[in-house]
């Protein structure tokens, strides 16, 4: 079939709003062939690709897309694959209307190529083929740790393990992929296509040990010692801040990412069946307006809530969300209370939590991160009924690498300092990647951080 010459952009069926918010799977389907042929057919091929320069592992976007245009949608996988571990986790979550969709020069004229859903349809259909086994490397005797299964220990991992080195990741939790399974819920990602991405890094040689917190049962120097040529550590931004008010500590506050590590990697959806609780709650508010929020109250209304608020301190325009999990959420039911601020979560005799006390917010001057800052209006102050907050207002990096491992330089938000391009810290034979080095930031940022110190350490390794 010839592919009409202006199509618009193609949408991806998806589940309705009423059927979805009743399970926790995938909402959207992704392409069928002939939308992902038509949707490919958009793409001008531009000789200066600036859409490349938007992504930051600098996926070969209009090569890819020729490849689907054409039909030989293996091949589209396989060029993607070069640069990029995870293509159908980033297909899926990377915020591409701020990164490579962005720079699309159809986006000036109005709608971008839809690069993400064309990466996901080339992963999802390389998937769903038998998988390739990379031809083993010449092994070059060297060995490295890497600390966290997450986005950046994953894809410096696995490019070690492509040039020869004998990797072995050593991850806290008792499954791999960091944020990928026990931040981000199902119905966004689901867990299977992060597990046949892990596959395939397992595949290509990574070993992978659980239930290892590093400085617990061993310490960075410790790995040196015992024969480590070289580490990575990418454990990420995974410690919750909170808002410092009154009811904090009452039965039925959350963080986002216990209420979310408790619904996705625990599985508390299916409770009895498996054995960690979550609260069942009728009225949730979730305070934050961010992806991480928007996650949080969509789970919390599958979880069976009547009622769900979003509580944010500025307008709309500010929400750090991606524009399309705010319309999903909107879609789903949850309501948005914006321009408020708790003051206080307030408590029963029992110690659990019966309501939040708010303030009403106008906006101000801009601060320091651009954004106008709010502003308390007097005299605004009101009460709403709740049994549960989850608080979603941003996370840091845990301390515990940094305070077992004398000379690692630590910056002032408890973020570790390493060099962007290599990724090598304070220390010698030490580097760091992903949140962990910048603070909370994306999936594919992970991945780009993860993918410079593998080359890097392989240049130090080899003499370079
Ligand atoms: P992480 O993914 O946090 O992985 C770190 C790993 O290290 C974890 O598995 C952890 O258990 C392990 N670890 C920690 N300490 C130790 C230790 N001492 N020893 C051993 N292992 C340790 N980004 C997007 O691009 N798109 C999105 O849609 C999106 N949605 C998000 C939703 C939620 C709920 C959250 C929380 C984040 C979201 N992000 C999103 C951000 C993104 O997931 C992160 O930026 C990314 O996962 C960072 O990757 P990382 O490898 O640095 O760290
Ligand atoms: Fe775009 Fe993310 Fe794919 Fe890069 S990895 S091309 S930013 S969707
Ligand atoms: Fe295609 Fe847009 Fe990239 Fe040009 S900028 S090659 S139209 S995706």
Known sequence: MKPPARAPRQKMPEQSAEERVKNFREVPYGYPPETAKIEAARCLQCKTAPCRQGCPVEVRIPEFIRKIREGDFAEANRIIKGDNALPAVCGRVCPQEDQCEKLCVLAKKGESVAIGRLERFAADYGLAQAPETPPPAAPTGRRVAVVGAGPAGLTCAGDLARLGHEVTIFEAFHAPGGVLVYGIPEFRLPKAIVQAEVDALKRAGVKIELNAVIGKVETIDELLAEGFDAVFIGTGAGLPNFMGIPGE???????????????????????????????????????????????????????????????????????????????????????????????????DDQGRTRGMRCLRMKLGEPDASGRRRPVPMPGSEFEVELDTVIIAIGNTPNPLIPSTTPDLKVGSHGTIVADKETGLTSKARVFAGGDIVTGAATVIEAMGAGKRAARAIHAQLMGG
């Open 249 to 347: 500590n009452l039965g039925g506050v959350y963080s986002a990412n216990e209420y979310l590590t408790r619904s996705n990697l625990m599985k508390a959806y299916r409770f009895p069946d498996f054995d960690t609780p979550i609260i069942r709650s009728r009225r949730v508010a979730v305070v934050g307006g961010g992806n991480v929020a928007m996650d949080a109250a969509r789970t919390a209304l599958r979880l069976g809530a009547e009622e769900v608020r979003l509580v944010y301190r500025r307008s709309r325009e500010e929400m750090p969300a991606r524009i399309e999990e705010i319309h999903h959420a909107e879609e789903e039911g949850v309501r948005f209370e914006l321009l408020t601020n708790p003051i206080e979560i307030l408590g």
